[in-house]
């Protein structure tokens, strides 16, 4: 499954348009920081930013720092990170003009006919009549297609032929589009980064059922981006064999479309053209705001989807549901049909009303595994309402009707179509992709659970498990319901609920009524990539990690020590008498018996009754100098929870640029002392093309290596692994190599394990 970061377009009041998007930096060198209160005093600072033409900035709402940015995403690379907020200005993202383009912030640099412009700051080989001191507003800055004057024939420059003094650019006219671009038919073909779409009666490299035979009234020409299954916006496959598909930058022709009174007042169909004032469930409840998050986080925000009425709390259809339905302002409830009169004339309903009575259906069960069921059951075992199969939103997903043609995926009734325990369906809750449904085997007398019962199984795409309420973290801890209150260097934390002595409107229990917040307790409610934190009571420290220890590895990360019993490296088992490492670990001393393995431990310091030890009895280093190694342990060491070999990648194949990856070493963190833990650190995987840059690591990496983005601290130790989510587990993809540094951002790098399957197994066979 593949999560979608968000766009929104964004209005300060000083009239600039911004385009916003959360848990997304950008990696620049051109910038300046500043300390501010929020994003409207950030952006301030972006305006009057004189060190350089600012384009975007950047906020980070726990620290409250705004970076101010020369580069944008057209520009530069980025990568998810948590607690941040991208802000774009909107001028500098089309790449179009409107009308004569005197507001074009685009960088084409060449004119029609192919010849580079001179920059408008300089004067050969023509003096200008047009510089960046005459039109500071013009945008005349390096040699950029502009139109300072109004000319129009539109945007132009100088050229840097000494027999041309100027010529117009090519800029194309701006396309854009309605609503959610569902009904755009232009002929962009590239997504928002840049790449190349995919046809649509292709499939390769992604295979894909939006085909134009199976949506002929969809428009699916050539490889331009469309929208077909009501997404935020136009989409498509992309021709990178590493990224399936991406939004494309298509600008909307206008911002804000009226809703009021149009539509239907009354139900027809399914009611998605309803635009009545109800906002009362069948049952009574009243409706929450749409445009609120509480008591119910939800995607459907009227910004998002302008043209789906998405006013008040009114009832309506936005996802193709059998009718009008709304979310409850009742916590328990999170959302339920509304009772909204037919428009052909009342029907059998209450006595002296035109409210239809909703006959209730027999109560429904399924047979064996479910997968013959065809009832019309649409609630999972938690209560939460099923996403349609042949809707993207807001899952990604192949289970579709075109691709499961006997499966009976119509609307969003629980179904059965991969032979799983029982009947299921994708989820509208955001966080959770699947549950099973609330349904009972026919031949099961047991009371069937409530809507507001435990679900019955965890989601696939949740977080790395279940919440925990033991006093040890999974993962970044983002699922912690432990009672520890207190900061990794002693400090009490401070109620979530409260406001002193730190003001903190960005989490509370409004604001993530799911992250846990109770009382003073240590959390994670913005999936901080370090682990779990608090507000503390002192007046003087904001905020603060806490020091939880893991409850088990997910992987068996093991210390190798040498002879003269310092540690020396990390490695992971692969095998029961197999470890992976890195060759650089085994250098002194040279013989295999001078090492021990150490296994099961989570604290170098401590003596836990986990710990297995091995002597090493062969050591293997890949022939042909790559910084990895293979250890065979005296003796096969005894799996159990504390000890697991790691998976090792099936294929030759990296994982995309934006998994989910996690460094495991023994490192200290920020805000705290101490190192001897054992701490995992989420960790973007960047591509050589941006690490081999000049001002990062200069054509350094290697074929078979890759770097992940930066971080702070010494966190990660040589022969480390570093291990990503593929599909439903975590698979061992690089080897910890070098560029690690304690007292500055580091930039790690990883030897490309799917480089070396091939050997690693056939090493492991031979010996």
Same mark, same amino acid.
């Given at each position: ?95 179009c003009k409107r009308g004569i383009g005197k507001d074009y912030r685009g960088m084409e640099a060449k004119t029609r006919r192919g010849i580079p412009c001179q920059k408008w700051a300089e004067k050969t080989p023509h003096n200008p009549n047009h ?18 004057? +109004? ?16 010529? %117009? ?96 007042? $009354? ?23 749409? #445009? ?12 998002? *989807?302008?043209?789906?009425?998405? !006013? ?24 339920? *049909? $509304? ?5 052909? +004339? ?5 006595? +002296? ?10 109560? !429904? ?47 969003? %009734? ?91 409107? %960005? ?13 003073n307790f240590c959390r994670n409610p913005d999936g901080d990539v370090n682990g779990v934190w608090c507000f503390t009571t002192d007046p003087e420290k904001k905020w603060e990690y806490c020091e939880i220890p893991r409850c088990f590895l997910n !992987?068996?990360? $093991? ?32 013989e295999p018996s001078a090492y021990r393995v150490f296994l099961g431990i989570q604290n170098l310091v401590a003596s836990e009754p986990s710990l297995q030890i091995r002597s090493v009895q062969k050591v293997l280093k890949e022939p042909s100098g ?8 005296? #003796? ?10 790691? $998976? ?38 960047? !591509? ?44 061992? %993809? ?34």
């Amino acid at each position: 499954m593949v999560h979608k970061t968000a766009l929104k377009i964004f209005f300060m009041s000083s009239g600039l348009v911004l385009v916003k998007t959360d848990g997304v930096w950008l990696l620049t060198r051109n910038k300046q920081v500043y300390n501010t209160n929020n994003e409207k005093e950030c952006a301030e600072k972006c305006e009057a930013e004189r060190n350089f033409n600012c384009r975007a900035f950047l906020f980070t709402r726990k620290k409250l720092q705004c970076l101010t940015l020369a580069e944008n995403t057209k520009m530069t690379v980025t990568f998810d990170s948590v607690d941040v907020v991208l802000y774009e200005k909107k001028i500098y993202l089309l790449q179009c003009k409107r009308g004569i383009g005197k507001d074009y912030r685009g960088m084409e640099a060449k004119t029609r006919r192919g010849i580079p412009c001179q920059k408008w700051a300089e004067k050969t080989p023509h003096n200008p009549n047009h510089t960046p001191e005459k039109h500071p507003n013009a945008g005349l800055e390096e040699n950029y297609c502009r139109n300072p004057d +109004g000319d129009e024939r539109g945007p132009w420059c100088y050229t840097t032929d000494p027999a041309t003094r100027f010529d %117009y650019c090519n800029i194309p006219e701006l396309e854009c589009m309605q609503c959610n671009g569902e009904d755009y038919h232009g002929e962009f073909s590239r997504t928002e980064s840049g790449l190349q779409c995919q046809h649509w009666d292709a499939q390769e490299p992604h295979m894909h059922g939006f085909t134009p035979k199976h949506f002929p009234e969809k428009d699916l020409k050539m490889n331009y981006c469309r929208n077909p299954d009501g997404e935020l916006r136009p989409w498509c496959f992309t021709t990178s064999p590493t990224k399936r598909w991406e939004y494309c930058n298509i600008p909307r022709c206008t911002m804000h479309l009226p809703v009021s009174g149009l539509g239907s007042q $009354c139900l027809s169909g399914k009611g998605e053209n309803y635009r009545g004032r109800i906002a009362v469930t069948e049952s009574g409840k009243a409706c929450q705001p749409w #445009s609120t998050q509480f008591p119910h986080k939800h995607g459907w925000i009227p910004d998002r *989807y302008p043209c789906k009425g998405l !006013e008040e709390n009114y009832c309506r259809n936005p996802d193709g549901e059998k009718r009008p339905w709304c979310y409850t302002i009742n916590g328990n409830v999170r959302w339920e *049909y $509304c009772a909204i009169p037919h428009c052909d +004339g009342p029907e059998q309903g209450i006595a +002296g009303t035109n409210v239809p009575v909703q006959v209730p259906l027999p109560e !429904e069960c399924y047979q064996g595994r479910g997968q013959s069921y065809r009832g019309t059951a649409s609630i999972t075992a938690s209560g939460k309402k099923c996403q349609a199969w042949n809707s993207m939103f807001p899952h990604r997903h192949e289970k579709t009707p075109d691709r499961f043609p006997d499966a009976d995926l119509r609307d969003n %009734y629980c179904r059965n179509p991969d032979g799983d325990e029982s009947p299921w369906c994708f989820t509208t809750d955001p966080n959770i992709t699947w549950e099973y449904c609330n349904l009972k085997r026919c031949d099961d007398h047991t009371q069937k659970p409530a809507p507001n019962d435990p679900p019955a199984t965890t989601a696939q795409n949740s977080d790395l498990s279940t919440p925990t309420t033991s006093d040890c973290i999974n993962g970044n801890g983002k699922d912690y319901r432990g009672t520890v209150a207190k900061t990794a260097r002693g400090r009490t934390c401070q109620e979530w609920s409260s406001q002193k002595p730190h003001s903190h409107k %960005y989490f509370t229990p409004v604001t993530h009524p799911g992250a846990g917040l109770d009382k003073n307790f240590c959390r994670n409610p913005d999936g901080d990539v370090n682990g779990v934190w608090c507000f503390t009571t002192d007046p003087e420290k904001k905020w603060e990690y806490c020091e939880i220890p893991r409850c088990f590895l997910n !992987e068996c990360d $093991c210390l190798l020590y040498s002879s003269n019993n310092m540690h020396h490296c990390a490695g992971t088992l692969i095998h029961p008498q197999w470890v992976l490492t890195a060759a650089q670990c085994l250098q002194r001393p040279t013989e295999p018996s001078a090492y021990r393995v150490f296994l099961g431990i989570q604290n170098l310091v401590a003596s836990e009754p986990s710990l297995q030890i091995r002597s090493v009895q062969k050591v293997l280093k890949e022939p042909s100098g790559a910084d990895i190694a293979l250890l065979k342990l005296n #003796s096969p060491v005894t799996i159990n929870d504390h000890v697991k070999p790691v $998976c090792l990648p099936e294929t030759s194949l990296m994982v995309g640029r934006n998994a989910v990856c996690f460094l495991t070493a023994w490192g200290k963190k920020r805000g705290t002392d101490t190192d001897n833990r054992l701490k995992d650190v989420e960790f973007p995987v960047l !591509e050589n093309r941006i690490c081999n840059r000049p001002e990062f690591l200069n054509g350094s990496v290697k074929n078979n290596e890759f770097c992940g983005g930066f971080t702070f601290g010494s966190i990660g130790n040589s022969g480390g692994p570093l291990v990503c989510k593929d599909k439903d587990r975590f698979v061992q %993809y690089g080897v910890t190599s070098w560029g690690l540094d304690c007292t500055q951002p580091s930039k790690p790098v990883f030897v490309r394990i799917p480089s070396f399957v091939s050997w690693i197994k056939n090493a492991m066979a031979a010996h």
